[in-house]
């Protein structure tokens, strides 16, 4: 039974770091959250079903009727989800489908459509992040890899490629890797381990070997480790459990046993627990069955399916650790996930660095962005500047280049006010130019030296030193709008080149390598225009089209590429301003636009419409370049 939180003889109603720890290491998932509901879908029983059973994973017990699919007799489909909705693919009806239909985890009933794969198929293998599902394979043999956002509808959008067309595959991913595994290519079974970067475009990647060859293996993941268990061998039925590290390419090594050869299963989990469903033994079977990501071993019994069946999809709220929650002292949590600040919140703070008035400033100020009202000051940078990058993660903020162009770099710590110290240079003395960060690594682009520069160079935060190279932009230019990304993937978009330009390039922010192309901005503009982010979704804020200033805010999808889309508009028509952001808010602040500014305004970054006023700036009218939060981009 799960235990309740919060203690309700504590009166201010709020979660400890160390209730939520104990509640995630002993169920699997954060207090509260629902991130608890695993489903099972179609099947073979051995006639073809559309049938959706759920469970709680964290309760043992026998399956609960959900609804039904949209299409009649389906086997062989695939599942991938957010904590919120889940959506099904394919099978067999008979022959093969495109389909995907979609359920929302707390609302039982049927599914309803989604849209469709580029293919039709059966046997094909689904997994997913928070964001992104990805299906892949399937019979006809196809080696197609699409993928779709979870959070939207329509068709599945070419991903990349399997090493060969594969049927009877298994796959499951964490937050950032996806892996398949084993399967029937045209020539033989095979014990193929391959992977992907969830947040990239690009094909399957060898990662090394299963220790058996087989297909219709039952697979299930947290955020670290990878499951394989059962198969059809030739012609013998496995029972053996496969583990591999996600993030550590290699073979995989034993873990235990399943309670009986099987083929056809399918398996889920949380955090904490993985569950495998159904199968063949040879026959149909209804068992439900689990075993700890944290210690090997074999499966016990969990329940009963409400019929027996092999080849169904299973998914559930929280797998491969989308609801993991990593608390950092010394904050306390609401039930409502709710931050309660103490010294300015964890992923609330907002920095604004120097600016022009019109002379330059060395000021840094401060806002809480979960809150309204006035900056005020944090402390000096150790020069006063105008048009350089700032970025920053969840505790380090950094500032540099400038004008006149320098190389030098500032920090200052989010979490005590005072002056900037030196932290390193960038490779290149330039004025111009943009940054972004997520929680590792910070990336600069761009600028002016005094030509145009397509550079970009990285830096650990967490190190002080020098920045190294990183890559190249598409094309040399300075004053892009301010970049920013989700936890894998940097958005670098517009600035002069020396025209205004609309083209938006992004990176992977873990690995080095050039930038490619993403889409367009609604219009061409320049003049550092602010930039702030979720994990899932970045917009951009003003900026200086051909015609002037503008009020525009437009948005981006992070993980799926295309063009920017009309959000809404700003309070006032302004270039030269900063943006900040947490996981849910994005402030814009100061500007330029007949004379300099000290409005702030602020949008929630999830719902699109017109920016709200915020407050105004401790230094008065500021141009600035640029801000940096302690949570953007999901970071906190």
């Avoid at 797998?319 to 002292?329: D, K």
Wanted: glycine residues 16%.
């Amino acid at each position: 039974m799960a235990t309740s939180y919060p203690d309700r003889t504590n009166a201010r109603g709020i979660w400890r770091i160390t209730d939520i720890t104990k509640n995630i290491k002993t169920e699997g998932t954060f207090p509260g959250s629902g991130g608890d509901r695993a489903v099972f879908s179609a099947g073979q029983t051995p006639s073809n079903v559309n049938t959706i059973d759920y469970v709680s994973v964290k309760s043992l017990g026998d399956a609960t009727d959900f609804g039904d699919l949209t299409s009649t007799e389906r086997v062989g489909g695939a599942s991938a989800s957010s904590h919120v909705r889940a959506i099904i693919s394919g099978g067999a009806v008979p022959g093969g489908s495109a389909n995907l239909d979609y359920i929302h985890f707390t609302s039982t009933g049927n599914a309803a459509d989604f849209g469709d794969l580029g293919w039709s198929s059966y046997g094909q293998a689904g997994m997913s992040n928070s964001t992104r599902g990805i299906f892949s394979g399937g019979s006809p043999r196809v080696d197609t890899i699409e993928y779709i956002t979870i959070a939207s509808f329509g068709n599945g959008t070419d991903f990349g490629n399997l090493s060969a067309a594969n049927f009877g595959h298994s796959s499951k991913a964490n937050t950032t890797r996806g892996i398949f595994a084993a399967g029937e290519t045209p020539s033989a079974r095979i014990n193929v381990i391959e992977y992907i970067d969830l947040d990239t475009l690009s094909n399957a990647i060898d990662f090394g070997d299963l220790a058996s060859i087989a297909e219709f293996k039952g697979t299930a993941c947290s955020a670290t480790r990878y499951l394989a268990c059962g198969g059809q061998a030739s012609p013998a039925l496995q029972s053996t459990i496969d583990t591999v590290q996600i993030a550590t390419k290699g073979n995989s090594t034993d873990y235990g046993d399943i309670l009986a050869g099987n083929s056809g299963l399918e398996g889920t989990g949380n955090l904490t627990r993985a569950i495998f469903a159904g199968g063949g033994t040879p026959s149909q079977i209804n068992v439900i069955q689990y075993v700890s990501f944290d210690t090997a071993g074999n499966t016990v019994d969990f329940g009963d399916l409400s019929q027996s069946r092999s080849r169904l999809g299973a998914t559930s709220t929280s797998h491969g650790g989308i609801e993991a929650f990593y608390p950092r002292s010394p904050e306390l949590y609401s039930p409502t996930n709710k931050v309660v600040p103490r010294g300015g919140g964890a992923g609330q703070r907002a920095l604004f660095f120097g600016g022009q008035t019109p002379t330059e400033l060395s000021t840094i100020q401060t806002v809480t962005i979960s809150t309204t009202g006035n900056s005020v000051k944090f402390g000096d940078m150790n020069r006063a500047d105008s048009n350089f990058m700032a970025l920053g993660n969840e505790t380090r903020g950094l500032a540099g280049g400038g004008e006149p162009a320098t190389n030098a770099v500032n920090y200052v710590t989010f979490a005590t006010e005072g002056n900037g110290a030196d932290f390193g240079d960038l490779s290149v003395a330039r004025a111009g130019n943009t940054g972004l960060a997520n929680s590792t690594r910070g990336v600069v682009a761009g600028g002016e030296a005094p030509s145009f520069s397509n550079v970009m160079d990285y830096v650990t935060i967490a190190t002080i030193g020098d920045f190294a190279d990183f890559g190249d932009l598409q094309t040399a230019k300075s004053m892009l709008g301010q970049g920013f990304g989700s936890t894998t993937r940097g958005i670098f978009g517009g600035g002069i080149a020396p025209g205004k330009q609309d083209e938006i390039d992004y990176i992977t922010i873990g690995s080095t390598g050039n930038g490619t192309d993403f889409g367009n901005l609604t219009a061409a503009k320049g003049q550092g225009f602010a930039g702030v982010s979720s994990s899932t979704r970045g917009a951009w804020m003003g900026g200086d089209d051909p015609d002037g200033a503008v009020n525009v805010i437009e948005y981006i999808t992070i993980s799926s590429t295309g063009n920017a889309t009309d959000f809404g508009d700003l309070t006032q028509a302004r270039t030269r301003q900063s943006g900040a952001s947490s996981s849910t808010r994005g402030v814009c602040a100061g500007g330029d636009s007949s004379g300099k500014l000290n409005i702030i305004d602020y949008i929630t970054i999830a719902s699109t419409g017109d920016a709200t006023d915020f407050g105004d700036l401790y230094t008065g009218g500021t141009a600035l370049h640029h801000g940096a939060s302690n949570g953007h981009g999901g970071l906190t």
